[in-house]
């Protein structure tokens, strides 16, 4: 099989947020390369395309390698979080089948306040929260408890996220939200901070989706703040990365376990995810809470939802190419 490995690159001056955010940017190459070694070692052709600045040589890619299907790791288009939909969304004009969620699903839960309206409507539980858009000057977050947690409405990969997003008064909170504004330049999500158990779910498959064994992210005694933050997640050698340990499968009870499984299952139907997904969880009183849905996570060799793969008894190489059998299916059923 023929597949074209997608991924985005980014500017070398980001418009927005920080300097150190590239480091999380840059990774999509690195996510391509070993997607596309998982290919060839399973004997397909893979060939890695890059998503620049410039659309129209990302397409001329696409049709002249004319791929059976595209492996879609792109999460945003140069430098924009919020264009993710439109990516695949590209990839449904030109008539390529792809790996991954449909355009509305990544755009929903890119967009964490519907997430929550979408969670909360039908109901699956979710922090308390608050929207403020930028120019609001008197924050509506009157019936929420401090301690509350700050982030942006529309990043991913912790951008955004460091021990200051937790606010315990209200000039914290309006010092948080004045940051978040002005950085990242969209809308700040203010949650009751839930103090509890993280994990994360991750799900694979459509019919039936398996959720696969539950990751449990663990904070050494001694962190500032026990949140995933952006030092935690991807600063090699900070201590909040030496801090925040992923311990996979999660110590549970099978109650909470089956729990927690259940939500997380119910959270990636209702918003139509598909192929895989990681639903973020806290769990406080034996009361899990969903945080967020990543309709497109990293799946590096060493990132959560392989980890938990082959937890599963999936093989890399073996994910990956179940993956693309899943859009091989779908391009199939539509031929058909």
């Given amino acids: 099989m023929r597949v074209a490995v997608c991924f985005n690159t980014v500017p070398a001056v980001a ?60 999460e945003g288009f140069w430098g924009e979080s919020r264009r993710e939909m439109h990516v695949a969304a590209l990839f449904d004009l030109l008539g390529v089948y792809r790996t991954g969620s449909p355009p509305l699903c990544l755009g929903l839960t890119q967009d964490k306040a519907r997430t929550k309206d979408i969670l909360l409507q039908h109901g699956l539980p979710t922090p308390k929260s608050a929207l403020v858009r930028p120019g609001e000057k008197f924050p509506r977050v009157r019936g929420l408890d401090y301690p509350l947690f700050v982030k942006p409405r529309f990043e991913d990969a912790s951008l955004g996220i460091t021990s200051d997003s937790i606010v315990h008064n209200e000039k914290e909170l309006l010092r948080r939200i004045a940051y978040i504004h002005a950085t990242y330049r969209q809308g700040a999500l203010v949650e009751e901070y839930i103090d509890g158990r993280e994990f994360n779910v991750a799900i694979f498959g459509n019919n039936p989706a398996e959720v696969l064994p539950i990751s449990e992210i663990r904070f050494a ?72 849905i990543n309709a497109n996570p990293d799946i590096s060799p060493d990132a959560g939802l392989a980890r938990s793969a082959r937890v599963g008894g999936h093989s890399y190489p073996d994910l990956v190419e179940k993956i693309v059998g899943m859009a091989q299916k779908r391009k199939e059923a539509g031929h058909a």
């Fill in 221 to 292: 005694k001694g962190l500032d703040r026990p949140i995933v933050s952006y030092a935690g997640k991807w600063l090699e050698g900070s201590p909040e990365y030496t801090a925040t340990e992923p311990i996979c499968p999660a110590r549970l009870s099978k109650k909470d376990e089956l729990l927690i499984g259940h939500l997380a299952l119910r959270a990636y139907r209702l918003l139509e995810c598909r192929d895989y997904a990681r639903v973020d969880i806290r769990m406080r009183d034996h009361i899990p809470y969903i945080l967020e």
């Fill in 15 to 74: 418009g927005k947020g920080e300097a150190v955010d590239r480091i999380s940017e840059e990774g999509a190459e690195a996510e391509a390369l070993s997607v596309a070694a998982a290919l060839r070692q399973r004997g397909h052709v893979a060939e890695l395309i890059p998503l620049g600045e410039q659309i129209d040589s990302f397409i001329v890619g696409l049709r002249t390698f004319a791929p059976d299907v595209a492996f879609n790791l792109c």
